[in-house]
Structures are given as structure tokens and as C-alpha cells.
T-cell receptor, first 115, second 114 residues
Framework: DTGVSQDPRHKITKRGQNVTFRCDPISEHNRLYWYRQTLGQGPEFLTYFQNEAQLEKSRLLSDRFSAERPKGSFSTLEIQRTEQGDSAMYLC?????????????FGEGSRLTVL | AQSVTQLDSQVPVFEEAPVELRCNYSSSVSVYLFWYVQYPNQGLQLLLKYLSGSTLVKGINGFEAEFNKSQTSFHLRKPSVHISDTAEYFCAVSISNQGGKLIFGQGTELSVKP
């Protein structure tokens, strides 16, 4: 079990640039979740996938944000035309559908700083 | 809508003292309850969870929590804390018909002083 892997761990960009984060879930997990965490706050749900289907998107996910999971394995989260308010930790988590444990397994996050 | 309230944003405590981190939730349906810990610049690690059964659940690192349905609470306790317990702690709920996503509280920063 290699755990949930996120890349890059840190990203510094200038306002207006596009950034992309990648998440590799635990291999047998078919559900994948993205969260955003700002300083001093709890994680906020953004979106989740079951296999390659994106089943729910939060209102937090503006038009500048897009997430994909094309083959039902890894996922990408792209932010276009970044704004300073996008600065946050972006967390990915996964779980197996139907698993009665209920818990999500989190990666170590990708920290975005927009200058 | 479901929500989670962590009643204390910061809890300072001396080493070897007991600690309680408070969590209340709001939901009209059955929930699963969780406590996660987050160390600086790291992801979230599960401490313990309540799914069903005994209302007192034990987790890692000597932590335990008690589910109280009538008070809609799930407070986290440890009888004797260590310096290494200094971290951010998050309470979360999962609703069974909502895709398994977790809704988190705002967190409690536990600071253990020597």
C-alpha cells in the first residue's frame, strides 16, 4: 500500500497563470475526492469521482477549476487564471466504494501560493 | 444541511495533563463520525471513527471519543498528552447517501507545553 500520492507538493505561481495538480489514489480505491484547505480552516469539499465519472461538484468549484479522472485511476485538478484567493492546500483523498470503514485516505496535499 | 462545529479553536495544555476537544454536529439522518489529526504541512491521518455499536471508541496514540446521540456530540479525549500530540485536530461527519464525502469542522489547534 503506497498511499495517496500528490504532485507537486508545493507550487508558487504568478496571478493569471494556470496550474495543474495530480493525485494518484490507492490502487484499489475507485472513489477519489478533492478538498481545499485554507490557513486555519478545515478542509472544504470540492468534488468527487467514482471511477471516471465526476458525480458531485461543490459550488466552491468555480468555472476556473476543472477536475478530471480520465481512466478512473489518477486525477488532475486544474486552476486557470489563478487568483490570490486560490492560495491554499489542495488535498486529495480516496476510498473504496462500498467499504464499510467509511474513512477517506488522504494524501499529503499540494500547497499553492499565488503571488 | 449537515454541519460540524468544533467549539474551541485553540486548546493549550501542559504535558501529561488530560485534554478534551469538543465537537458537535448537526444532521437529520444517521452519520458516521471521525477525528483526524494534521501535523504541519502534512495531510490528514485518521485517529478514530464511529460507525455503529459501542459509543466509546478508541483510536491511535491513546485517544478515545464518545458518541452522544442525544447531544449530537463526539468529543475527543486523552488522559495524558505528550509534546508530540501538538497538532491540528479535525472532527468530521460522513452522510451515507452523499457519496461518502466528509464534512469537516474548522479544527482545534492543540498545543502541548512542557
Amino acid at each position: 500500500d503506497t498511499g495517496v500520492s500528490q504532485d507537486p507538493r508545493h507550487k508558487i505561481t504568478k496571478r493569471g497563470q494556470n496550474v495543474t495538480f495530480r493525485c494518484d489514489p490507492i490502487s484499489e480505491h475507485n472513489r477519489l475526492y478533492w478538498y481545499r484547505q485554507t490557513l486555519g480552516q478545515g478542509p472544504e469539499f470540492l468534488t468527487y469521482f467514482q471511477n471516471e465519472a465526476q458525480l458531485e461538484k461543490s459550488r466552491l468549484l468555480s468555472d476556473r477549476f476543472s477536475a478530471e479522472r480520465p481512466k478512473g485511476s489518477f486525477s488532475t485538478l486544474e486552476i486557470q487564471r489563478t487568483e490570490q484567493g486560490d492560495s491554499a492546500m489542495y488535498l486529495c483523498a480516496s476510498r473504496r466504494q462500498g467499504a464499510n470503514t467509511g474513512e477517506l485516505f488522504f494524501g499529503e496535499g499540494s500547497r499553492l501560493t499565488v503571488l | 444541511a449537515q454541519s460540524v462545529t468544533q467549539l474551541d479553536s485553540q486548546v493549550p495544555v501542559f504535558e501529561e495533563a488530560p485534554v478534551e476537544l469538543r465537537c458537535n454536529y448537526s444532521s437529520s439522518v444517521s452519520v458516521y463520525l471521525f477525528w483526524y489529526v494534521q501535523y504541519p504541512n502534512q495531510g490528514l491521518q485518521l485517529l478514530l471513527k464511529y460507525l455503529s455499536g459501542s459509543t466509546l471508541v478508541k483510536g491511535i496514540n491513546g485517544f478515545e471519543a464518545e458518541f452522544n446521540k442525544s447531544q449530537t456530540s463526539f468529543h475527543l479525549r486523552k488522559p495524558s498528552v505528550h509534546i508530540s500530540d501538538t497538532a491540528e485536530y479535525f472532527c468530521a461527519v460522513s452522510i451515507s447517501n452523499q457519496g461518502g464525502k466528509l464534512i469537516f469542522g474548522q479544527g482545534t489547534e492543540l498545543s502541548v507545553k512542557p
